[in-house]
């Protein structure tokens, strides 16, 4: 006699206990401490912090360790945790202008003031696996500059504004939408836009920016600006009538300058496309400038050339790897009921098909 | 757990949200657009109906869920041990006991009653999006009653296979005027759909609630030559022998053995129980 | 008939500084076909589109004949007003026949798609009348279940106007409705369109450069240049005594070819 399959709740609990034991790993083995994350996987934890939207470092450290290093995992861990905090009320916008910068690179001027900053990165350090690291070889300490950076570090496209060679982005003081409190409704603006792309899969917006620079939609984009360090978040206090400042973040922003023809209505003249991350995440932010621009196409008067990263509706509802991951793994959640419908059919048309065939076949 | 609201979403989210379903239920079949809030389960997996039940649910409420009808399926469970935690509702496997049953591809065989809630968990919300991908596109033509194309899939299964194949989220016509995407139930539960329940549709990832109202009419699309056709395996259920219930298909050996049983569990078992109870 | 089907007037639409076409206006009366001819970049695929609906003009009424408050300005009615009316009384002819149809749908699935629009719900009788439709228009009933990817240009077009007179429009815009197209599939298109024409008594605006097709389908003539309507009249009278220097040089032009 068949039973029906029972036990799916202890079956689940199973599962969650030998999870836990898998991400343990070899007992043996130190354990992994969220501050070892936090300190020493630290593109990881920035990753994870700009596409949770949420700046906590010590938090998105949490989420990797519990997703074992699985980094849509711990966004997504960081995402659910993020929707149950209260809202107490909306910082002033940060300034970057003010921003201490750990690197800072144009590629357009070979000079400007507050100068060019290599800073911390990979980009010229030969890809060699480093077995010391494998030895934990301790490292020497970084020599300190002789003196410190300039305090004002303006932005190289506010030398291009003055000249007017460049687009004008004027200042506005509408409030941007929040992409986590209402429904995303077409056509966005662009403060949505860079709300959703900075919150972005990073492999995607990556992979859409690559796409306009092998022509679907060149945009032929320098990057301007790259400006990597800590900004002050402040924020108006209702009960104290004055805004005061509650802490620091570190940002990447990217500001690229890009050709462009004139229109119609505008003359030759540079524009934009702007990306800024939460955390240390250069790709992410270059990448967001470049699809950015792309978006631009219509404001600035420019032809729809069918590219993907033209297409607004296609970026904004693909970017998000949460809802992409969602909606990827649930088809293997069980659909018995669906199939069976289907199995039901394709017999059905089978049937036909074939009578239909053998009734041909005693005409003849 | 005291950390989290009754039924995990703040009263501000959920007064959104029951913003959303009057308003749907105020234009049966609408698709009304949500702030869809990023719940602690994927994307994909109920994150709509979730949410629909979070707003709907009081402390006196019985729930139930069930996917592919059953009560036992581990995403059934996980749904049901969510808010046994975040809200502490009684719970059931009895379809007529419950006041909320949140559903995944199916409607239960019992007919429902006008003091019940059925939520379904909506993948897709948009009936239109095979035949037309862009959602700026797809609200146009809602909004302008412009559905000929839905007929012309039809016509072109017709021409090709000889019969409608579309065997599950079969569209239907809601009051003579929106086409609706019943969520991926079998084309059989179709007819069901004009009950006493009230029947709300969330759709997370997409941001859509829709509803409709008690007794709405409900029209499943098809040609007057062609008609719709609530189908089902042709047996009985070999477990209880029910004739009229939505059956899975079940392989028992390598031989290829197959029996059918009930999908709808608790309708399967209480007809088993009652067989038992007239026997003794 | 006490008044026109179409009553078109001081139409004008402007592209910034530049006239697209300005101050037109004339009527159509039922069974009549009016052909607009100039050369391109004349105005009159712009005249075409801002009586259709497509284009917004600046300036202008496009009042016709509606079966249920009589004449209304198209220009004033809502879009669902407007759509109903491009798929019940009105049809338009595309030059690309691939801007007209439904490129993964089967030939019977395009010339259905109007009769399902406005309500049709029997499959055997939409076929029948597919099929019907297709013979008109020269397609063999076989092709029936094939897409328009596998025709050859000429057939897409036939097919497009099949599409398009099915559920029996009132008034058909066309545009170079044989643009595009070898001169001898040309030739039995136009002979196609003319015994359609008179077999149907179509009302229709036709746009092209081609002098041929409106002396074979038109009954009335606009000349347009420059945005403008230079020289109107009885087609015959406009092509065989032209009065302005433009007309003229038009017709010249093709008796020389």
């Not at chain 1, 709740?9 to 130190?30: C, F, V, Y």
């Not at chain 1, 420019?302 to 990263?309: F, I, R, S, V, Y």
């Not at chain 3, 300005?73 to 007209?100: K, Y």
Request: a negative charge; one cysteine or more.
């Amino acid at each position: 006699m068949y039973v029906a399959v029972k036990g799916g709740e202890k079956a689940i609990d199973n599962a969650h206990a030998w999870l836990a034991e898998d991400r343990r790993g070899d007992p043996s083995i130190d354990v992994l401490s969220v501050a070892q994350i936090r300190e020493q996987l630290s593109f990881a934890v920035n990753r994870v912090m700009a596409e949770g939207s949420l700046y906590d470092p010590q938090l998105a450290a949490l989420a990797i360790k519990q997703a074992r290093g699985d980094l849509i995992e711990a966004i997504f861990l960081l995402r659910a945790y993020r929707t149950t905090l209260p809202r107490f009320g909306t910082s002033h916008p940060i300034e970057t202008e003010k921003m201490s910068c750990i690197r800072r690179i144009s590629a357009t001027f070979k000079d400007a003031p507050g100068g060019q900053v290599l800073g911390p990165t990979f980009d010229y350090t030969h890809r060699l696996l480093d077995f010391k690291l494998a030895a934990d070889g301790d490292i020497e300490e970084a020599e300190l500059a002789s003196k410190p950076l300039d305090e004002a570090v303006p932005h190289i496209t506010n030398f291009l504004n003055a000249e007017g060679l460049i687009q004008q982005e004027p200042n506005t003081d509408t409030e941007p939408g929040d992409l986590t409190r209402e429904p995303l409704e077409l056509p966005a603006n662009r403060a949505l836009r860079l709300q959703s792309l900075a919150r972005g899969d990073e492999g995607f917006v990556l992979g859409m920016a690559y796409s306009t620079q092998r022509g679907y939609a060149r945009n032929h984009a320098f990057v301007g600006e790259l400006r990597i360090g800590d900004v002050t978040v402040e924020m108006d206090i209702p009960e104290l009538g004055f805004s005061i400042e509650i802490g620091e973040v570190e940002v990447t922003e990217c500001e690229t300058v890009n050709q462009f023809q004139g229109s119609k209505t505008e003359p030759p003249q540079f524009t934009r496309g702007y990306g800024l991350v939460l955390g240390q995440s250069e790709r992410k932010s270059i990448s967001m400038a470049l699809v950015d621009r792309a978006l631009r196409w219509k404001e600035l008067g420019e032809d729809n050339l069918g590219a993907p990263a033209q297409d607004e509706e296609f970026v904004l509802y693909h970017c998000d790897n949460i809802q992409a991951t969602g909606f990827l793994e649930h088809i293997k959640l069980p659909h018995y009921v669906d199939f069976q419908s289907e199995l039901e059919l394709i017999r059905k048309l089978r049937r036909e098909a074939q009578s239909h065939l053998q009734t041909q076949e005693a005409a003849e | 757990m005291s950390e989290y609201n009754f039924a995990y979403l703040d009263e501000q989210t959920k007064r959104m949200i029951r913003r959303s379903i009057l308003k749907g239920l105020a234009i049966p079949g609408y698709q009304v657009p949500f702030a869809s809030r990023e719940m602690p389960m994927p994307y994909g997996w109920g994150t709509g109906g979730v949410q629909v039940s979070a707003a709907t649910l009081t402390p006196d409420d019985t729930l139930k869920v069930i996917d592919q009808g059953a009560d036992d399926t581990t995403n059934a469970i996980s749904i049901r041990k969510f808010f046994q935690k975040t809200a502490g509702v009684n719970v059931t496997e009895k379809t007529a006991e419950a006041s909320l049953i949140q559903t995944r591809h199916r409607i239960p065989e019992v007919t429902l009653r006008e003091d019940q809630i059925l939520v379904y968990q909506v993948p897709i919300p948009e009936p239109l999006r095979f035949l037309e991908p862009s959602e700026v596109e797809t609200r146009k033509m809602h909004a302008l009653e412009e559905y000929g194309l839905m007929h012309v899939k039809l016509y072109e299964d017709i021409s090709k296979h000889g019969a409608i194949a579309t065997s599950y989220a079969y569209p239907v016509r809601v009051e003579g005027r929106y086409v609706m995407d019943p969520s991926p139930i079998p084309k059989f539960d179709n007819p069901k759909m004009e009950m006493a329940a009230v029947q709300l549709f969330g759709a997370g990832r997409e941001q859509r609630i829709y509803a409709l109202p008690p007794y709405t009419e409900v029209i499943s699309l098809d040609f007057e030559d062609y008609p719709f056709e609530a189908s089902k395996a042709d047996h009985a259920c070999d477990l209880c022998g029910a004739e009229n219930s939505y059956l899975d298909e079940v392989i028992i050996d390598d031989q290829g053995g197959r029996i059918f049983v009930c999908s709808d569990t608790d309708f399967c078992t209480s007809r088993q129980d009652q067989t038992k109870e007239e026997a003794a | 008939m006490t008044q026109p089907l179409l009553d078109v007037r001081g139409i004008a639409k402007f592209y910034g500084a530049r006239i697209g076409c300005a101050d037109v206006s004339f009527d159509l009366w039922p069974g009549e076909v009016m052909g607009i001819v100039g050369e391109s970049g004349s105005g009159k695929s712009t005249l075409l589109n801002c009586i259709a609906g497509h284009l917004e003009p600046d300036a202008g009424e496009v009042f016709f004949d509606t079966r249920v408050d009589g004449m209304k300005d198209t220009l004033l009615m809502s879009e669902p007003e407007r759509r109903i009316l491009s798929r019940t009384d009105w049809a338009f002819v595309h030059q690309n026949a691939r801007d007209g149809l439904r490129m993964i749908v089967s030939a019977g699935g395009n010339v259905g798609e109007r009769l399902m629009a406005v309500g049709a719900r029997h499959y055997g009788d939409i076929r029948a009348r597919a099929i019907d439709w297709l013979g008109r228009v020269e397609i063999s009933e076989s092709r029936i279940d094939d897409r328009p990817t596998a025709f050859s240009g000429g057939m897409q077009q036939r097919l497009q106007i099949a599409r398009n007179l099915v559920t029996g429009p009132r008034l058909v815009f066309m545009d170079e409705p044989t643009g595009g197209l070898d001169v001898s599939v040309q030739a039995r298109l136009l002979d196609l369109l003319r015994s359609l024409v008179r077999e149907m008594g179509l009302s229709a605006i036709i746009v092209t450069h081609d002098l041929a097709v409106v002396r074979l389908l038109a009954d009335r003539l606009m000349v347009m240049k420059d945005g403008r309507v230079v020289e109107a009249g009885l087609t015959d009278q406009v092509l065989d005594d032209p009065q302005h220097a433009y007309t003229q040089l038009l017709v010249s032009s093709v008796l020389q070819v």
